[in-house]
């Protein structure tokens, strides 16, 4: 297999603590700085979490102590630079009590 010269550029994993998840979206760290085309949604807290690309609906239902990837790239698309992610917790009428949940991204 020959070397394509792709290169991964992954940014700061955006994280956050259990007791920082509430039943209202929260930010998920800064504004991404460069086209993503892989995202990595790791939820190590013991209750269901949703993840918002705008801040007001879930896009993604993450379940306790899973992880998902999303591939964006192979159908050539990407998350903008800018965009923001936010994140809640799922289960009423209340939230983890351990862990944390971290997104990783990853452009090429």
């Known amino acids: 297999m020959s070397n394509t010269g792709v290169r991964l550029k ?12 509430t039943s209202s979206f929260v930010q998920l760290g ?5 086209p993503i ?3 990595t949604l790791i939820n190590e ?5 949703y ?3 705008d801040g007001t609906n879930p896009h993604f ?3 306790p102590g899973t992880a998902r990837t999303i591939d964006v790239k192979a159908n050539d698309g990407m ?3 800018g965009q923001k992610f936010y994140v809640k917790y799922a ?13 990783e991204t990853l452009t090429r």
């Open 30 to 34: 800064g504004d991404i700085v460069r």
């Open 45 to 49: 807290t013991d209750a269901a979490v």
């Open 91 to 103: 289960t009423a009428p209340t939230g983890p009590v351990n862990s944390v949940f971290a997104i």
């Open 51 to 53: 993840v918002s690309l």
């Open 61 to 63: 239902r993450i379940s």
């Open 37 to 39: 085309n892989e995202i």
């Open 79 to 81: 998350f903008d630079v």
């Open 10 to 21: 992954p940014e700061d994993v955006r994280e956050v603590a259990f007791g920082g998840l």
